[in-house]
């Protein structure tokens, strides 16, 4: 017997006592931790009726308002990742279940989504880094110290001084002109730095193209644990059923699929069972590293940051993870 939906399925279940005293044939994930399953269970009888259901860990405004350290939601990008996650909570969305069956796994989870995101506030990655060593620090792997300089913005009146410098006083019409198109053409690059400095740090690998191809701008980091690279897109898209790969736009506009690519990532790579273990060093590896990183020497950025926010979640949401 199986539960409704197709959801779980058991082969001989032992039926068992749950938390409420009924009859349930769930496998405890772990001594002492209750039955979160977001389906009625039916007990074994002439007339199984529904049972009451324990549900996931609540997620509330006032809540991920102390996770962020605010007194008020911010209008725009964060209201809505708020209303997402609050929905998502409040009917026990499938897709987001096994995240937040658990109050260890729901704060782990909470915790690498609020620093990947600025707070909840950024989900697209901007590609603006003021300073080459700050560039360096986060692509350094795939970029020269040279190629980091010609990255890094530079301000208009610098950019403009230089060039008028360099050619010097305009002393006919026709110079004026080719100087009026040398700082245009100043401002034209400067604006496309960030796409062209994505397009070369994510070239020839997550299924992107090379840099012509654009790919590394086109499916740069977007949601709540910043999906990046075509295969991701298209591999969220299909697992969701979502066109993500046609539109990747999709993940930062959408909050709610910003969520659900999210969970997608999570779930796809076991993240829950370094949640589990309580191993905030082994979840940041494959968040920040990507999955084949856990378990290395490799130390994910904002390791610190990652560590502080798991604790400030567990003290919100941690006595949830044993019922």
Not at 91 to 109: D, K, P, V
Not at 111 to 137: D, H, P, T, W
Not at 290 to 297: D, E, I, M, R, S
Request: proline fraction near 7%.
């Amino acid at each position: 017997m199986g539960l409704p939906g197709g959801l779980f399925a058991f082969e001989e279940p032992e039926w068992r006592l749950n938390p409420l005293g009924e009859m349930c044939p769930a496998v405890l994930p772990r001594p002492g931790m209750g039955c979160h399953l977001p389906l009625s269970c039916f007990p074994p009888s002439a007339d199984p009726g529904p049972v009451q259901q324990l549900a996931d860990v609540p997620v509330t405004e006032e809540d991920l308002l102390k996770l962020v350290g605010q007194a008020k939601v911010q209008p725009g990008t964060q209201r809505r990742v708020f209303d997402a996650l609050i929905e998502a909570s409040r009917t026990g969305a499938l897709w987001f279940h096994e995240i937040s069956r658990s109050g260890l796994r729901l704060s782990h989870f909470l915790a690498q989504c609020c620093i990947e995101s600025s707070s909840f506030q950024k989900l697209e990655e901007g590609f603006v880094f003021n300073s080459v060593a700050r560039l360096l620090e986060i692509h350094g792997k795939y970029l020269t110290e040279e190629q980091a300089k010609s990255f890094v913005p530079q301000d208009q009146k610098t950019r403009h001084d230089a060039i008028k410098a360099e050619k010097g006083e305009p002393k006919t019409p026709e110079e004026k002109k080719a100087l009026d198109k040398a700082l245009a053409d100043s401002d034209a690059a400067e604006k496309k730095k960030p796409q062209e400095l994505a397009s070369t740090v994510y070239a020839n690998r997550m299924g992107n193209g090379g840099v012509a191809s654009g790919d590394g701008w086109t499916y740069r980091g977007r949601g709540l644990i910043q999906l990046t690279g075509r295969e991701n897109y298209r591999a969220a898209g299909k697992a969701l059923d979502l066109p993500l790969e046609a539109q990747p736009q999709m993940v930062w506009k959408d909050a709610e699929v910003a969520l659900k690519t999210a969970a997608w990532y999570w779930t796809k790579h076991n993240l829950n069972e370094h949640a589990d273990l309580d191993d905030s060093l082994k979840v940041s590896q494959a968040i920040n590293l990507g999955p084949n990183a856990v378990g290395g020497k490799g130390k994910p950025n904002h390791l610190k940051d990652r560590q502080e926010k798991t604790e400030e979640a567990k003290a919100i949401w941690g006595d949830w993870a044993l019922r």
